[in-house]
T-cell receptor, first 116, second 113 residues
């Protein structure tokens, strides 16, 4: 079974631009979560989707948004990019929502975004 | 809310030596605990998890961890490390009603010959 895939793997943007990142979960997984990883802040939760519904969002500004499609694929969008948005963005999928009976989240390789 | 403290940011160790990576958590409710490993330029890979039952959990690549409720710890151990174990290790916690993993800051394990 294929793992979680994320595209693109690397991205370079300039301040003020917007970016869309894509995540394809493991087949059959309906829950997708996004995390931002930076050297300073570590791993921080962005969003969680289940069956096309955003159930939870982390403490990030409104410039960060996302969605999930009927096939469970998910996208996240960052508008008006800032230098501080440079990070590794990780997508994780699971059969059921995180926390439900200790459901395991499986992570993709991430998209490394560099904002210049 | 839950939080995780990984007590060591870096752990250098010689090949074939044993290693312990420490993790302490804080929570007012019951939690599930995880250890993930991240190799350079890769995502996170699950090493093992504790849900309930036996406090000694065995994972992949020869790693194991012991859940200690009284000390709120979940330390990761390996009796003999290899060069290929060099990576960043993350401890994470989530409650049954939680919606996101809360990660520690990570421990960088460096194995040298």
């Amino acid at each position: 079974k294929a793992g979680v895939t994320q595209t693109p793997r690397y991205l370079i943007k300039t301040r003020g631009q917007q970016v869309t990142l894509s995540c394809s979960p493991i087949s059959g997984h309906r829950s997708v979560s996004w995390y931002q990883q930076t050297p300073g802040q570590g791993l921080q939760f962005l969003f969680e989707y289940f069956s096309e519904t955003q159930r939870n969002k982390g403490n990030f500004p409104g410039r960060f948004s996302g969605r999930q499609f009927s096939n469970s694929r998910s996208e996240m969008n960052v508008s008006t990019l800032e230098l501080g948005d440079s990070a590794l963005y990780l997508c994780a999928s699971s059969l059921a929502p995180p926390g439900q009976s200790g459901e395991t989240q499986y992570f993709g390789p991430g998209t490394r975004l560099l904002v210049l | 809310a839950q939080s995780v403290t990984q007590l060591d940011s870096q752990v250098p160790v010689f090949e074939e030596a044993p290693v312990e990576l420490r993790c302490n958590y804080s929570s007012s409710v019951s939690v599930y605990l995880f250890w993930y490993v991240q190799y350079p330029n890769q995502g996170l890979q699950l090493l093992l998890k504790y849900l309930s039952g036996s406090t000694l959990v065995k994972g992949i690549n020869g790693f194991e961890a012991e859940f200690n409720k009284s000390q709120t710890s979940f330390h990761l151990r390996k009796p003999s490390v290899h060069i290929s174990d060099t990576a960043e290790y993350f401890c994470a916690v989530i409650s049954n009603s939680g919606y996101a993993l809360n990660f520690g800051k990570g421990t960088s394990l460096l194995v040298t010959p």
